[in-house]
């Protein structure tokens, strides 16, 4: 099988228009014909069933939320990016995609970032049309706000609840179409499995999740927008329920696994208060554009920060990065807190916290001024700590955040099995090594509005699709695999609850798969894996019964993929011997520090086929080509 | 924090949702007053795991309080005593040693329980299906800069559209009356410029799904605005209110 | 038709239906006690059996009277039928629940307190209106209320009614601005103007006729 990126022909900024007029359409008697199925309700879900459905498809939604306003997208804080260049100050489409190849460490595909700053612009427009209340200015027309790995300004956002204004715009839209019956939306159900049937995506396997039926949904193309894989590392600042069973799952019927070792460490996070800690909070990286970060120029300086005088503090973003700053992207700045405090910088009880700092800011513009900008973060930073961030600087520590590798996909979002797109941060695509701030909104959003309501009617169109019935081969033999998956976990009656295998298995990632990896580190990682996924086999405990609602075999269905998702990633990052934006393989560093990246050799896309539970998965490569902006060092000086 | 606390715990434990629930009595010792409030649950589900016991389940996700999932009746108070804060936010350090703390679900007629302490919400779903929303579809919208919006305007519709539907308004009404969700929703479209096209439909089908899902009425008591964990105000019911008279007699 | 009859039963519209009526009794509040405050001046009652008389005799009173009484039959039957559908919304009760922690108990005792109200209405009416209008015996209205007056168990009870009354209104009547959808900052204090003039001013200017009967004579 080869990899078939299926970029466009012709010059960058006519790719996208030359390839929706080359692609086939569906016309519109015939759309109803057709039936889609959404899984994941979040940003890229929800706007994809909305805008699918109001052209005319049948479409069925599944979520293993109640309702798809719970969807992690809410999370988002900071702002969403798009190159309006309302402020005048010299942004620009190429500017967008420049900065976002750039800031993803040239480890993304040229064309498919260009598409996205190009699309980014209509999101905005379409969001607001739907009642987004995006901040003003006081003339009335929209503001914008600078974010890291960007010289201009061009966030958009709400408050500190960008992600939640646009996901309940998306879920709005969504609604609407459920009110008119062509979405039907099935809340609390867990795919489970894909059916792939002839060669083709036509349904998935879903776990009731109130009464423990397995169900059946079948259709003529599967999308999954089921979001990332971050809790592989049990505690990161995704919600609770997020988890990878779905594109994994589906990983396991044939499709590929585009660069697994790629995963975001966001700097500014609440550090780990205790060992029950269950998950950890992030406060928006938009805090870096009027907070100052520190550390005490004193190793192991116990004095409460107010009292370390000016000349004593080492603002070492600014001293390092003079014209970034607190500004530097999320890989940059997490990795120099990391540094700050293996040298012994560190803050706080645990040593592992560097101060973000307000008191300038306050000073200069008022507390009232800093309220209004960002006030719930420090409501936020209030209630989880129990101390006031206006009086002393509130400590942060970066976290794992978001995952940019997923499954591969082509220029049209299919995945290596025909039927199968995928959308938003279950995808591969956009961000390369690194993943900009404002712009997982922005890459969902584009997915779900503007890309798949194209793409996915040119497969249609160009495919024949034969009848399928639930109660077909197909389904059955997928269906009697996650059955027997769970009388498997339910029969194993070992000693130890799920959490306690998910702890130790992000133990693991973090130490030797997360902001620094090394050889040694991740041969060590590839032993102890296999070793706790053998004991979780052996010993793991599920109280309740399968057939109705529990949390526990929940849980344990995606642990149990998270421990084989956990080994590719190890697999993928000892393979990726060099350093690039979130991978930061400490072999390979520059003199100040920066990851140190080997174009020569690394210049692809690893994008994994699965060979087999405990057999060593089959490596292909998309060679990544940059005509327009060229790889050099990364420079935020 | 120095120290730990001993809880006593009085849960709410129904198998589903044709069953007849019961209080079950549990006593943690060892909870941290820096865990939260599902921490010191989670503490409890392992421990019940671990003597071969069901655990106890509940509605979380992000733990941050944004998703609106978490949904406890707290001691008598929906996500617990603070002001502001859902149930996930919530910190045992707002408690002391020797408590002893009753969890119940949500209780209202359109929020059925499903087991334990998890409710099922989806009439606030249909709600927002029959009319949450500006009938706009993708693409074809004039450009974002195209209606200037006051800074003021903006501001209230946000201060509304922050509503996280977690349905605490509804569990601390005495009538279970969904008014201040429904209102955040209608008065933010009512504000915007982009929602006038249908006001007058959208209230109208709005309330008219809250009572069919048998939702109480709203007495003004105002506990939902006390208790809301985004602070949303009484002032968009008033402006529901409004809209609806103007809808339904002008 | 189909509009106002979807309004009328709907929640909201019930509401707006206990507002109108509230604000329409309220009116006649203001008018009631204006008469009553005639039985202050010291002419042996002459100016107020003056204005009693009209009020029994006068053709175009007696439909304002029957609006009067539907308008008292409406708040108490709507009151009623939105109680008990309040109710219903919340079939199984909390085993623990704070409501003092959110709410006023004014806010939350409406109900009852109109219910004592509307108990206290039905003896009031008997007291005077009943008994002058359809068993006439010759006293004139100032000899009635002179007379009704003197027990103190009767005052007593009057006293607790108008408290009621009080704590009734307390919550009715900035309920109802809220009802209507008038609120906004720049009238805030105006409504609580208004507000305190029906909760307080007028109940305690009521509350000074029984006292004045039985301390004065």
């Known amino acids: ?114 598409r996205l700053s190009q699309v980014s612009n209509a999101i905005i427009d379409q969001c607001v049309a739907q009642g987004v209340p995006f901040a003003r200015e006081y003339g009335g ?76 949904y079948e259709g003529d193309a599967v999308i999954l927008a089921t979001g990332g894989y971050g809790n592989v590392f049990f505690l990161s600042t995704n919600a609770k329920m997020c988890n990878a ?14 660069n697994p070792c790629f995963t975001q460490i966001h700097p500014t996070c609440i550090p780990v208060a205790s060992e029950h800690q269950s998950k950890l909070t992030l406060m928006s990286e938009s805090l870096r554009n009027d907070g100052r970060i520190w550390v005490p120029k004193a190793k192991a300086d116990k004095r409460a920060p107010n009292q370390i005088p000016e000349e004593e503090r080492d603002y070492y973003l600014e001293r390092l990065y003079p014209s970034f700053g607190n500004l530097v992207p999320r890989d940059v700045a997490s990795r120099r807190a990391k540094e700050m405090c293996d040298k012994g910088h560190g803050v706080g009880t645990t040593g592992l916290a560097v101060y973000l700092d307000f008191s300038e800011t306050i000073k200069r513009n008022g507390q009232a001024w800093v309220a209004e900008k960002y006030g719930n973060l420090f409501d936020m930073y209030k209630q989880i700590t129990g101390e006031d961030g206006y009086e002393s600087p509130m400590r942060i520590y970066p976290a794992v955040h978001y995952t940019m590798g997923g499954l591969w996909v082509d220029y049209n979002l299919m995945g290596t099995i025909p039927g199968l797109f995928v959308l938003g941060e279950a995808n591969f695509s956009d961000h390369g090594a690194n993943r900009l701030g404002a712009s997982a909104l922005m890459q969902g959003l584009a997915d779900g509005y503007f890309i798949i309501p194209y793409t ?182 | 924090m120095s120290g730990t606390m001993t809880i006593t715990l009085n849960v709410w434990r129904q198998s589903d949702r044709n069953s007849k629930g019961r209080f079950a009595r549990y006593t943690l010792p060892n909870v941290s007053p820096d865990m939260s409030f599902l921490e010191m649950l989670d503490l409890l589900n392992l421990d019940l795991v671990r003597k071969g016991e069901e655990a106890i389940a509940f509605d979380h996700d992000c733990r941050e309080g944004i998703c609106g999932t978490c949904s ?109 969700f429904v209102a955040a929703k209608v008065s933010q479209l009512a504000l915007l410029p982009q929602g006038h096209a249908e006001r007058q439909q959208r209230v109208e089908a709005m309330v008219a799904r809250m009572d069919a899902e048998g939702f109480g009425a709203c007495s003004n008591t105002y506990a939902c605005e006390a208790e809301c964990p985004k602070k949303i105000s009484v002032t968009h019911i008033a402006r529901l209110n409004s809209e609806y008279l103007r809808a339904k007699l002008i | 038709m189909n509009k106002i009859a979807s309004f009328t039963t709907s929640s909201v519209g019930r509401k707006l239906l206990m507002g109108l009526t509230g604000f329409f009794l309220c009116s006649f509040l203001i008018v009631h006690l204006y008469l009553n405050l005639f039985l202050l001046k010291q002419d042996h009652g002459s100016t107020f059996d003056l204005y009693a008389d009209f009020m029994a005799t006068y053709p175009l009173i007696r439909p304002l009277e029957i609006v009067l009484f539907a308008g008292f039959l409406l708040h108490a039957f709507v009151g009623g039928w939105l109680w008990i559908s309040n109710r219903l919304a919340r079939p199984v009760r909390y085993a623990v629940n704070r409501p003092a922690e959110n709410s006023s108990l004014s806010s939350r005792t409406a109900f009852w307190t109109g219910t004592f109200v509307l108990i206290f209405l039905v003896i009031h009416v008997n007291t005077f209106f009943v ?87």
């Not at chain 1, 069973?245 to 585009?258: E, I, M, P, S, Y």
């Not at chain 2, 974002?144 to 009404?173: L, Q, R, S």
């Open chain 3, 131 to 217: 008994s002058s209008r359809f068993f006439p015996d010759g006293l004139s209205m100032h000899e009635r209320v002179y007379e009704a007056f003197q027990s103190p168990l009767y005052v007593t009870f009057y006293l607790v009614a108008l408290a009621f009354l009080a704590y009734h209104l307390k919550h009715g009547v900035q309920s109802a601005f809220q009802t209507f959808g008038l609120r906004h900052k720049k009238y805030e204090t105006l409504i609580a103007a208004i507000a305190v003039l029906f909760w307080l001013i007028i109940p305690i200017a009521f509350a000074v006729l029984p006292l004045y009967f039985l301390l004065a004579h």
């Open chain 1, 1 to 114: 099988m080869t990899l078939d990126p299926k970029i466009p022909a012709g010059p960058i900024e006519q790719k996208w228009d030359n390839h929706r007029f080359a692609m086939k359409l569906v016309n519109p008697a015939n759309k109803r014909k057709y039936h889609i199925i959404v899984v994941g309700t979040g940003l890229a879900g929800a706007s994809a069933a909305a805008s699918l459905a109001e052209l005319g498809y049948r479409v069925t939604a599944l979520s293993y939320h109640e309702s798809p306003r719970r969807a992690h997208s809410i999370s988002a804080q900071g702002g969403i990016n798009a190159p309006k260049n309302y402020p005048n100050d010299g942004d620009s489409v190429y500017r967008l995609f420049y900065d976002t190849v750039k800031g993803g460490d040239y480890r993304a595909r040229e064309a498919n970032v260009y």
């Open chain 1, 141 to 216: 027309l929209l503001d914008n706000r600078s974010f890291g790995g960007a010289q201009v300004s061009r966030t958009f956002y709400a408050r500190g609840q960008t992600g939640q204004q646009l996901l309940l715009g998306a879920y709005s839209a969504m609604m609407r179409q459920v009110g008119l019956g062509t979405v039907k939306f099935y809340e609390r159900r867990e795919m489970l499995d894909l059916v792939v049937a002839d060669g083709k995506a036509r349904g998935v396997i879903a776990r009731n999740m109130v009464d423990g039926r397995l169900e059946s």
């Open chain 1, 245 to 258: 069973t779905a594109t994994w799952r589906a990983h396991k019927r044939g499709a590929f696994f585009g």
């Open chain 1, 456 to 637: 996915i009617g040119d497969y249609l169109a160009s495919n024949k699709f034969q009848k399928i019935d639930a109660a077909g081969p197909a389904f059955k033999e997928a269906e009697a695999s996650v059955a027997d998956l769970t009388k498997k976990l339910i029969a194993v009656r070992g000693k130890t609850p799920v959490d306690v295998f998910h702890k130790e298995l992000g133990r693991i990632m973090w130490e030797y798969c997360g902001m620094g990896r090394n050889a040694a580190g991740l041969k060590k990682a590839l032993e102890l894996i296999p070793a706790l996924r053998e004991r979780f086999w052996e010993d793991v405990l599920i109280t309740g019964s399968p057939d109705s609602f529990n949390q526990e075999l929940e849980k344990a269905h995606r642990l149990a993929d998270f421990l084989e998702l956990a080994e590719l990633m190890v697999r993928d990052a000892l393979l990726r011997d060099e350093s690039c934006g979130g991978h930061f393989r400490e072999e390979h560093q520059t003199e100040e520090g920066e990851a140190k990246r080997n174009d020569a050799k690394f210049s692809f896309v690893a994008a994994w086929e699965f060979a087999g539970t405990n057999r060593t998965p089959k490596l292909h490569k998309e060679p990544l080509k940059f005509d327009y902006v060229k790889p050099s060092q990364r420079s935020y000086k």
């Open chain 2, 72 to 180: 406890l009746y707290i001691n008598g108070r929906a996500h617990g005593p603070l002001r502001g804060v859902t149930a996930c936010q919530l910190h045992m350090r707002t408690f002391h040693d020797g408590d002893s703390i009753t969890i119940e679900p949500w209780r209202a007629k359109p929020f059925p329980v499903i087991k334990d302490l998890v409710v099922d919400r989806s009439a606030f779903d249909r709600i927002m299906a029959a009319g949450g929303f500006v009938s706009v579809r993708t693409g074809g919208v004039p450009d974002a800069n195209t209606i200037p919006i006051p800074k003021p305007v903006a501001e209230e519709a946000m201060d509304a559209a922050a509503c996280i539907g977690c349905g605490a308004c509804v569990a601390a009404c005495k009538n279970g009356s969904a008014m201040l």
